[in-house]
């Protein structure tokens, strides 16, 4: 059989990026049902029937879902926001470079350094406490490890906000944004109607694909919600190791379960949103 | 046809693999008998990977610049570590099973009774081997905190390394008289309120069975197989204690921290003013390092804190088990243990009996340094109780998981 190039180009995706992510997926099925597992005895449906009765996983999926939503909306209206207000000075080689400088930071040491800035014993709390506003470290207000998740959230913002900023920087200018806005402004638009009627609508139209995907990041992010999260509700990857690496060998099974739904539930959405459409804009 | 060879092939390599299987195990069950000289020759040259935990520079030190440079020169061996602790481990040994490798990647391991509970119930630690090492002989397998692990016989299938008291870890000039019952941390935490927290991890849970003990009314009622009704009894009354006072908790009960090193760090910058941990309270290169304020102080529950051992086992697909048990072997010799046992180095107690020791390394431990602050183990002897049944940390886990964080 002879192989042509563009043949090889979909072999190599398929065994470098379907048949791992594949396997892994059958062994956490399998796993899932009890059928393997050196403390398993066989196949049951009690460790899915356990997760789906406790509720646990859908309170996570929730909240995660939640975060990676206020995460994803502060971070692409801020970044707009900046694109729109700033442009010009972004361009500028100083300034470009700061943005650059998050994107080259790991989220595990995001993590760490909003705990040391945020946490009742960090640097605004030290602050505070030799200006005087607070007496005790524990005056200070929850930032880290709260239940609102202030501390992931921010930690999500510091990191895809720049992205999302020389993103929309380049659409616009790949889009000719700016010539489109003066011809509407030669027609008569108002600032507001320029916003509204060309700059939003191109800039979104052009990136949606990658916000959803960023979402979905978010959504499965490990490192970030475990430093800065609290013990319950959790994010589900948190979620998912914690049942994994539990002491109750005979209820590993269940972090799979998590596991699969997680994959499924991504899977399902990601296809549907992603499925070929007629007259679609893909972003460049 | 070309299809039919390769077939042919991969059986015949699998069966090459499986009868290799095989012969080593035959091997290994000869060790178990073999004289130590033989041990010692086999053992020559041989690499072992040796899976701890290594968080702690001190341990680390200890490890890398004293154990394996001599075990180079004395046995000629390569002794690799890797990092790794209880789940890690469990985690291989299911793994590597369930891949059917002979030859597994780690030899030797550092366990606990958590993790002792877990390998055995997959048939993860090959032995027993302990009686064979010639530095055994030095220790008091009659002590009831050594030869047994979480109410579960070690039987010589685990190595003991070191032994250590859970202690209450407070600072003398915020607290002149710390809590030492539950009634008294009732009125401990209403009066600071939001200095005290229970750490979601072993440590936390470890604190949470000297509670369980007392609400049970003397030290030792946890003793002997796991009972449920007693449990449920007990931990009835232990979550109606901790959730009616939650709100006294570190951030009101809301939230507890993950992991003990985490709670260290909010007693350290002033947060809590009671921390707790096993090693003594692991006080003194805390306050060497300058974490602890020197007025930190340790001390043992009225009722009993959890006395217990760590371990050394040899994994089942070991394939240097004769390397490994030349290491432990020099693990337990009186050299390692009295440069461990040292203060301000890696500060652990020994396991050898003084009085099975000669004069000279009797003297050498008795002249040793001392800790300038935390207790020590025999100050706080009188209130050590043993670890219960692993299922207790278990169901502990499980139920301050659901009907206290998620309450």
Known sequence: MKIKKPNIGILLFVLVGVVPFAAAFVYALLYSFGVIGVANNGFTFQFWESVLASGTFFTSLRYSFMIALVAVLISVGGALWITLKFREQLEKRFLSFIIYLPLAIPGIVTGFFTFQLFSKGGFFARISHKLGFITEASQFPDLVNDGLAIGIIFSFITMIMPFFVLLFLNVYKNERVEELSILAQSLGASANQITQRVFLPILIKKTWVLIVL??????????????????????????????????????????????????????????????????????? | MKKIYYILFGFLLSLMVLSCGEKSKQDDEKLKSAPWEEVEAKANGTTVNFMMWQGSTAINDYINNYVVPSVKEKYNIDLQISGGQGPEIVQLVMGEKQANIYEGQVDMVWINGETFFQLRKV?????????????????????????????????????????????????????????????????????????????????????????????????????????????????????????????????????????????????????????????????????????????????????????????????????????????????????????????????????????????????????????????????????????????????????????????
Do not use: C
């Open chain 2, 123 to 407: 048939d993860g630690l090959w032995g027993p081997f302990v009686e064979q090492l010639p530095n055994a002989s030095l220790i008091d397998f009659e002590d009831a905190f050594i030869n047994t692990d979480f109410q579960q016989p070690v039987n010589g299938m685990e190595a003991p390394w070191s032994i250590n008291q859970f202690a209450i870890v407070y600072d003398y000039e915020k607290v002149p008289n710390p809590p030492k019952s539950i009634p008294e941390l009732e009125n401990f935490i209403k009066q600071h309120p939001g200095t005290f927290t229970i750490s979601n991890d072993f440590t936390g849970m470890t604190l949470l069975k000297s509670l369980l003990a007392e609400l049970g009314g003397e030290p030792n009622v946890l003793d002997g197989p796991f009972n449920e009704k007693k449990y449920n009894q007990l931990s009835e009354k232990l979550w109606s204690f901790i959730n009616d006072n939650k709100q006294y908790f570190w951030k009101e009960g809301r939230t507890f921290p993950k992991e003990q090193s985490k709670m260290n760090q909010l007693y350290a910058n002033g947060e809590l003013l009671i921390a707790y941990g096993f090693s003594e309270g692991g006080i003194e290169d805390k306050v060497l390092n300058g974490l602890y304020p020197k007025t930190t102080k340790g001390y043992a529950w009225e009722n009993g804190t959890i006395r217990n051992s760590n371990y050394l086992g040899i994994l089942h697909n070991s394939p240097q088990k004769s390397g490994a048990m030349q290491v432990i072997n020099f693990l337990l010799s009186p050299e390692a243990q009295l440069k461990k046992a040292d203060a301000n180095g890696m500060d652990s107690n020994t396991v050898l009996a003084m009085d099975k020791l000669d004069l000279e390394w009797k003297d050498k431990f008795l002249e040793a340094r001392k800790r300038q602050y935390g207790p020590t183990l025999k100050q706080l002897e009188v209130n050590a109780i043993a670890e219960p049944a692993p299922e207790y940390m278990i169901r502990l886990y499980e139920d301050f998981r659901k009907k206290v964080i998620e309450n």
């Open chain 1, 214 to 284: 960023y979402f979905i990041f978010l959504l499965g992010a490990y490192e970030v919600p475990l430093i800065l999260g609290q013990e319950s509700p959790q994010m589900l990857s948190v979620l998912i190791i914690q049942e994994i690496k539990q002491y109750d060998l005979d209820k590993i099974s269940e972090g799979y379960v998590v596991a699969v739904l997680y994959t499924l539930i991504v899977s399902i959405a990601a296809i549907v949103l992603f499925l070929p459409k007629k007259n679609r804009a893909y972003a460049n």
